[in-house]
């Protein structure tokens, strides 16, 4: 059975009933004036076969197209990208649009069929525009059109022209490129900032766009922005340019301890450099080359009562500077210091001018070596020493202090004046922290083989080594400081003394190492964070190590929700196994070493804070003689002998900076890169180019098992005149379930290149690309750095036996399917009438969380961004597994299974479904750290989806719940009203058609459901209005002229002809209440427009396959109802009308008041611009009004 057999199925449902009547069959049982109601329906029970295989490949880091926009004169290229004018255009200029396509970046054995490039404007008024070459065609085509929100006016049209004579297609056979030029021209009217997008179809109808991996780190997005009247900023279109820096030794290796060893400053970045000022390091506060300046430092930034510590004198800084008249070092100071206390960031933030002074000689300070750049300008290295009248504390007798020049006070620039980004490993990693003379200490965690450990699981045997950068009398002996004062009082002597030198003796006692991490998780029932710390206690005195873990745990049950209340537990106890010490001091360093691991009982967390103090024993002598008398002693005094706790906090570096135990996701910065042609570099250096490759995944699929469609079908034909055609009016109705269970293989094979050659990577290779993605590739645990390509790197077979939502190897999907179909005819003009047919149907649940500021309010929000549909609200959606039972309610309360009756014409007619204890699986919707949304197969067909899931995060993980019951009522009614043609509101014939639709309460399992608190529910359909001329839809008075384009927010949706509203669609703005609040409050539902890629993605494979009883129609309105008041609850809500309206209009007012609904609800009065709640049935008027209720029944 092919793919399309489940919806032909439920097709033909509808097509195939036993009515057992014609219209000439039901005039023969009565008088042919009478009008006829009548009604059908049918129960059925099917099941299928369904099959299917497919195979489709994709480059995830490969050739990418390429596209730049240029100036013309006469339409030739006159040298100029819009990139060199930041973007902007003028209306008249000539533009070439060139996109360049490479062969390889469609998919293999199939041809380029179409390409698109397209631009969009959001503000006040909304532009798009949109062109096109179809290559089988031979075809240009193009469109332009802008309106502004709430305008009634249609929107203007033709803004860009494309001119065809001037576009140029070239398939080129030797550079295997194809090569795409549009020629373009902006009229005066649009003015503003374009993103623009690109489209790729082959010739099998399959879209191809950029690789999202490929686009996220690749510092651009694919295609340039167009500023038609206006310059564009860059840093609104273009992801950081990043630029990366570090102190190394000659080894290359980094360096975090100096006397007058020789060191290297160098930065990096991917583009070169144009202007670098770095403020690097004091010098001197010898007052020869000091200048006065008063000026303050915040002891603590984060304390808006700091103290501080005040000074009036400003040392001679050294700076490195690089600009286009050359490369120096040179001597400068700071003045204007001025701080503020910033009340968002809550700390201190301070400002200052620099006063270069290349007149002083910073050689007698600073000896360099060398300098220059490389990599085209891209490198920038200062490579020096400092000298011995180097003295960077103004304690007087101290010369040492930590160099740590911050990047927020740099100045980097690229050769086009654009600031450049500091990665943020400068800062998380210290790579330019370094100590002069001063105690530092540099310290590890490495496994047994030496190599750095990023993530400890337990059992795992941790090395702990402290390199402490120090004389070693400073760590455990004596240390001398020569005075040779003169004439000192001694109080202790009562005289006056000369003091030759002090001396400091010291003995270490001990050393503490506090590891403080941070976990969180949630069950059924609870959920709760933890706080865990790890202490070990090494005593140099009695030889022992010992250690101690401490849990705090925070937690609350689902009672809890309403109250906030937690409650919070501690428990001391051991998690730690010390297995061995060792310290050794050296005269410039020493070393302490431990070995633990960790007990399978210590929680996973994510550590990053390490409190290290030590202990020693300090006396004090004094090399003293009598003053003028030359008999100098060494005293010691006693009463000045204590103990000393010293605490490392800049003063130690940790490798790795942030440890993570047991098995907690976390994300780090990408350590990759993408390079201009596409290629994936491992180690995010674009200079290096023997770490560069394609990457190319080929995804293999096969599924087989059964459907069963359980379902029943109303049709309700109103037949006002019988023996007049055209005017009679039918509504097909389907209810039900739709059953699959299929089993399935999905398998990826993953082929990496060498970009430089085309060649497959080699056995070697690939275990050093293995060796540097995984921390524990049996264990799948990925490098820090590289969680998002990891996987790329692993042929599998997707089994997902560690995640038990995703049954292994079945997958169990039931549809719940309601829909209505309308047949009727519509009065155009007033000498026209056209056939009109409208459809609609349920298309399941979102969950979001309504917080975007500027979206639509009360409804969820999604946008288009570089071609990609994104959110930042919708966070899941809702697939049902199984369901318990499936009731329906037949028609005129029948019990038999098919039958027609006609009944009297005032009869109502009203039938139903409900499911009860429904199984649903909760995805998540959003990727974290990724861009744009997944669907549900995306989790079954690749791992890509999978690789990021957080068991312990119900944002980014699959859940399942159950709920009571969901359950569609209909009822149908005709009011035979008299026609008075001078009374607008009376017309013949009215027929008012209503859907109650129910929700019950949710149960989450996975979690608890105390992560459904604020959260919102949003119910979704999609319309579809067929007419005999071509279809307009509009959000409130918004036209939408691509029903795939981002949110549009509405109370109501308008179908139309032309510019002839047909249909009226309301949704938002309407009362509903909740059992959250025990249904004492009364809220208003949001509404708004969802893109046809949202829903393509949810529920449709890459072959087309849908999980749904339709298909994605380029023209289906999607619209969702959002209720923010949700939580979980039960929510009940007034009704919400679909009502079809006159096509023809009059300029008299116009008032229809709906008679069947609950809340007596009345249309407005309007003059003929308001849609009226009518539709012309052959002079008659049918009204359908769609009811949403979501209730339990009482």
Known sequence: MKEGKTVLVVAVLLLSFSWGFSTIGIATAQDVTDPILAVGWEVVNETEDISHQEQQSEWLFGPQPVVWIGYATDWIWNGTKTSERDFRVEPGDQLLVNLTIPWEFIEAGSVLDSVAFWGEMRGIRYAVFGMEYNVSADAWNHLSLSYQAGDAALPMANFMTLHTAYCTYVNDTLDHRYKIQFAISFSSAE???????????????????????????????????????????????????????????????????????????????????????????????????????????????????????????????????????????????????????????????????????????????????????????????????????????????????????????????????????????????????????????????????????ERAMPGQVLNISLDVNAPGELVNGTTMIFANETNVWSPEIANFV??????????????????????????????????????????????????????????????????????????????????????????????????????????????????????WWEDYAANASLAGQDNFTIYHNPADSKSVVEVFDEEIIWSPARLVFGDIPIWEEPLWTVTEEGALDLDGNMFTTEDQYFVRRTGSWEHWGNTTIEGMGVRVIFDPSPGRDGDEFRSDSWQGVVRTVMEYTASEEFYWYHASNWSLVGVDTMDFIMDTLWADEALEIPSPGYEWIAWTSMNRTNIYTTIPE??????????????????????????????????????????????????????????????????????????????????????????????????????????????????????????????????????????????????????????????????????????????????????????????????????????????????????????????????????????????????????????????????????????????????????????????????????????????????????????????????????VCDPVFVSYSSAFMTQQTTTTTTTTTTTGTTTGTRDGGEIALYVMVGGAVAMVVLVCVMMRRR
């Open 498 to 615: 000369d003091i030759d030198t002090y001396y400091v003796n010291r003995t270490l006692l001990n050393f503490t190492m506090s590891f403080v991490g941070y976990g969180s998780g949630y069950n059924e029932t609870h959920s709760w964070d933890e706080v865990i710390v790890h202490i070990i206690h090494i005593d140099f005195v009695a030889n022992v190590m010992d250690d101690m873990s401490i849990l705090y745990t925070e937690y609350s049950s689902s009672s809890d929700i309403a109250t906030g209340a937690t409650n919070s537990t501690k428990i001391s106890t051991t998690m730690v196994d010390s297995l061995g010490w060792d310290i050794s001091v050296g005269p410039e360093r020493t070393t302490i070493w431990l070995a633990v691991s960790l007990t399978p009982e210590a929680p996973d967390a994510v550590i990053n804070q390490v409190a290290s103090q030590a202990g």
């Open 191 to 453: 003015t503003g900032v374009y993103k623009t997008g690109m489209h790729v179809l082959d010739t099998e109808g399959r879209p191809v766009s950029p690789s999202w991996l490929a686009r996220v780190e690749s510092g651009t997005f694919e295609t340039p922005p167009i500023g038609v009247g206006v310059p564009v900023t860059a840093s609104d279109f273009v992801l950081p340019r990043y630029y990366y820096a570090e102190i190394i030794d000659s080894a290359g290796d980094i360096l975090h301890y100096v006397e007058d060893d020789e060191f290297t400053f160098r930065m990096v970045a991917n583009r070169p450099f144009g202007e670098i000022l770095v403020p690097f390091c004091a010098l001197t506060w010898d007052d020869d080359y000091t200048v006065d300046e008063s000026w303050v430092i915040k002891e603590n930034p984060w304390n808006p009562l700091s103290p501080q510590t005040v000074f009036d004198e400003m040392p001679l800084l050294l700076f490195f500077q690089y600009n286009s008249t050359g490369q120096y070092f040179v001597g400068g100071h700071l003045t204007n210091v001025l701080w503020s206390w910033n009340l968002i960031l809550k700390m201190w933030l301070v400002t200052f001018d620099i006063v270069l002074d290349y007149d002083v000689d910073v050689s007698r300070f600073y000896s360099s070596l060398s300098m220059g750049d490389g990599m085209g300008g891209s490198e920038v290295y200062w490579t020096g020493h400092f000298t011995e009248y180097v003295d960077m504390n103004p304690h007087p007798y101290s010369e040492g202090a930590i160099v740590e020049p911050i990047p927020y006070f740099w100045t980097v620039r690229d050769t086009s004046g654009h600031q450049l980004t500091p990665r943020s490993e400068i800062e998380r990693k210290n790579t330019v922290q370094m100590a002069y003379r001063q105690a530092f200490v540099e310290a590890f965690v490495r496994d047994p083989s030496g190599d750095i450990v």
């Open 806 to 1131: 995703l049954e292994s190897g079945v997958w169990r999907n039931t549809w719940f399917a309601w829909g209505t179909d309308q047949t009727f005819r519509v009065s155009a003009t007033e000498s026209r009438r056209e056939f009109a047919r409208f459809r609609a149907s349920y298309a399941g649940l979102l969950i979001f969380n309504d917080v975007l500021e500027g979206g639509a309010e009360d409804a969820p929000d999604f946008k288009i961004v570089g071609g990609q549909i994104v959110t930042e609200e919708v966070t899941h959606f809702v697939l049902i597994d199984t369901v318990e039972s499936v009731e329906f309610r037949r028609p005129l309360g029948a019990t038999n299974d098919s039958g027609f009756v006609i009944v009297p014409i005032d009869t109502e007619i009203s039938f139903g479904v409900t499911i009860r204890d429904v199984n649903v699986t909760i995805y998540p919707l959003q990727i974290r750290d990724a861009e744009g949304i997944r669907g549900a197969w995306n989790y079954r067909e690749s791992y890509e989806t999978v690789a990021s899931l957080s068991p312990s995060d119900f944002d980014y993980y699959i859940s399942r719940a159950t709920v009571t019951e969901m359950a569609f009522d209909i009822s149908f009614n005709v009011d035979m009203v008299e026609y008075d043609a001078a009374d607008p509101t009376r017309w013949n014939h009215a027929v008012a058609f209503k859907v109650d639709q129910q929700f019950g309460d949710w149960t989450l399992h996975t979690f608890d459901n105390r992560v459904l608190k604020n959260r919102s529910l949003a119910v979704n359909f999609f319309g579809v209005l067929g007419t005999g001329t071509v279809t307009r839809y509009s959000a409130e008075e918004a036209p939408i002229a691509d029903t795939n384009s981002g949110t549009m927010e509405a109370s109501y949706y308008q179908y139309g002809a032309d510019d002839t509203p047909f249909a009226n669609v309301t949704m938002g703005g309407l009362p509903y209440i909740t059992g959250k609040d025990g249904y004492v409050g009364t809220y208003l539902s949001g509404s708004s427009t969802v893109p046809i890629g949202v829903f393509s993605i949810l529920y449709q494979s890459v072959s087309g396959a849908s999980l749904t009883n339709w298909y994605i129609e380029g023209s289906m309105l999607f619209m969702t109802a959002g209720y923010t008041e949700w939580d979980g609850y039960e929510i």
